[in-house]
């Protein structure tokens, strides 16, 4: 039995499991709802997600669920299909399928592991589309805020802005700012108990008690959910091109997002997620969550940090996250109706906030202008145009604006390897003599060439599997011209990394353009300080020789 599940885990996995339902449940509801499928939808897709993709997932410790990217277009696939059925009852065969289309395209992906390029996705891009999706959510919540309908897309929602000065509902913005402001101030009290639970709990509790007048969720079926397939066996054959379009941004985007969140949870516990596997395990959750009505998710970041920090450390603590979510069906899903949908508004505009890439958005005269450029035009389709044609245009852009400024150079790559394997190199034989000397406390690495998103992952890959008791790292960058938006960031973490496990980084040789790149964003001084700073290599070596001795 042990080899099946070692007991000694249970308790933790309890924990983490039901922490992580409890932070799940406000936001299950509140997704459910932003996606105009209602907030029963979104709890069938947390139980779904919830426990096959822990099941059949590549990481121990995920919690998955719907996620604020995978809401926004589910709910421009929901407006979409209205627009051609005419209503949702109508659209429903439409929208599940296509559900269940991008989870079937997520297994796909598994199995002829595309997760390996997922990692070529340009920062600006990524950046931009996220950014653009945390403006979407909190934009597309401004007229439930006020207690009024809102609205299908963003650039509706600006148009529309007039009656909202003139129809706000005084106490639905009552019970909004007072579920943001516990939101934010509960954790100063307590962060044993997730804040959004307690304003979720509260401000529904005061509307209830104080009677107001204030749309709430309503109806919750209660019981088991029942099986739609009757209802995904009847569409309408001109809806297939886009049952496929938003089927592939969704298995795309779910699979990025899941990507990101297995890297983290990577971090937090020392080990490695299997990121084919991953796909497959989102994948059948999402096509579960299809049959049962649900909204297709993801890996869940902040369900997943909580579940590791309460202890979660198998994949048992994801699956009671889900079970958990399907007890509250069971047993508390009638009270749920008297949530005001106002709360549920409160609740996710700090969760677009969250989503926001602030940093991004804060060194845009700082990084380079053309990945300023492919930021910001992605965040703008993503915003308000099509995300669809939002993530295609920028990867476009960014490749382009790459390949001009490669060109520009007259450079023709990038490739990267320690001093061990290229002892033969001459152009570094003056690194022979102290490499015998203090091979086991200082590695060497070389840059060539531009230093751009192709190249980040690689290079992190490199980083990780160095020896854990080495002194200082030497990264010899005489040879790279510029660095793109992605490169910088990804040199950030890896410094921020080394020099939280006490190993010193020192830059040597850094060209004019990087140079100022990295002091633009403070990774010079802040992460290595003047000090660490050489133009020569010989001073490097003299420096540390002092050092080490």
């Not at 309908?149 to 000065?165: E, G, M, W």
């Not at 602030?358 to 845009?364: V, Y």
């Not at 973490?493 to 040789?509: K, Q, R, T, W």
């Amino acid at each position: 039995m042990k080899k099946l599940y070692d007991f000694k885990n249970f308790k933790g996995d309890f924990t983490g499991g039901l922490v992580a339902g409890i932070v799940a449940l406000p936001l299950a509801l509140a997704f459910g709802v932003q996606s105009g499928m209602g907030a029963a939808a979104g709890l069938y897709g947390a139980i779904g997600i919830g426990i096959f993709a822990a099941i059949f997932g590549g990481t121990q410790t995920q919690a998955s669920g719907p996620t604020g990217p995978m809401t926004v277009v589910s709910a421009a696939l929901v407006a979409a299909a209205i627009e051609i059925t005419g209503s949702l009852e109508n659209a429903m065969g439409i929208i599940l399928v296509t559900f269940l289309v991008g989870g079937l395209i997520q297994i796909v992906f598994g199995l002829l592991n595309i997760a390996g390029y997922v990692k070529y996705f340009p920062y600006p891009v990524v950046s931009g589309f996220m950014s653009g999706v945390g403006l979407i959510i909190i934009i597309l919540q401004i007229f439930p805020f006020a207690g009024l309908s809102s609205p299908k897309s963003t650039v509706a929602v600006l148009q529309d802005l007039p009656r909202l000065f003139e129809e706000a509902n005084i106490y639905a913005l009552g019970l909004g700012a007072l579920t943001v402001a516990i939101y934010y101030l509960f954790p100063k009290i307590t962060k044993a108990i997730p804040s959004a639970l307690v304003a979720l709990v509260a401000a529904s509790l005061v509307a209830y008690f104080l009677k107001w007048d204030v749309p709430i969720i309503g109806e919750i079926p209660s019981g088991l959910p029942a099986l739609e397939i009757g209802t995904m066996l009847s569409i309408d054959g001109e809806a297939i091109g886009l049952i496929v379009e938003y089927g592939v941004v969704l298995a795309v985007l779910g699979s990025i997002d899941s990507l990101l969140t297995s890297v983290i949870a990577d971090n937090m516990t020392k080990t490695k997620h299997n990121s084919n596997r991953e796909l497959i395990g989102q994948g059948i959750g999402n096509m579960v969550a299809a049959v049962i009505g649900g909204i297709p998710g993801a890996g869940a970041t902040k369900g997943t940090v909580v579940n590791i920090n309460a202890g979660g450390t198998t994949k048992l603590s994801g699956t009671l996250h889900g079970l958990f979510l399907l007890a509250v069906l069971l047993g508390l899903g009638s009270l749920a109706a008297h949530i005001p949908l106002a709360v549920l508004a409160g609740l996710l505009i700090p969760i677009g906030f969250k989503i926001i890439d602030f940093k991004g958005l804060k060194h845009l005269r700082s990084v380079p202008k053309a990945d300023t450029f492919v930021l910001l035009i992605v965040l703008l389709v993503t915003t308000f145009g099509s995300l669809i044609y939002a993530v295609g245009l920028g990867m476009a852009l960014a490749s382009l604006l790459f390949m001009k400024k490669a060109s520009d150079l007259g450079e023709k790559g990038m490739n990267m390897g320690s001093v061990s394997e290229m002892e033969d190199d001459k152009p570094w034989q003056d690194e022979l003599e102290f490499y015998e000397k203090y091979k086991d406390k200082v590695v060497i690495k070389h840059l060539y060439g531009p230093f751009f998103f192709g190249f980040t992952s690689t290079f992190k890959d490199s980083i990780s599997s160095l020896p854990n008791d080495i002194d200082a790292l030497i990264i010899r960058m005489e040879k790279v011209p510029m660095m793109d938006q992605s490169a910088l960031y990804a040199l950030e973490d890896v410094i921020h990394d080394l020099c939280s496990n006490g190993v010193e980084v020192l830059l040597v040789g850094l060209q004019p353009g990087p140079l100022d790149r990295l002091r633009s964003i403070d990774v010079i001084p802040d992460l290595v300080p003047e000090d660490d700073i050489f133009e020569e290599i010989d001073d490097a070596f003299f420096y540390l020789k002092g050092k080490l001795g």
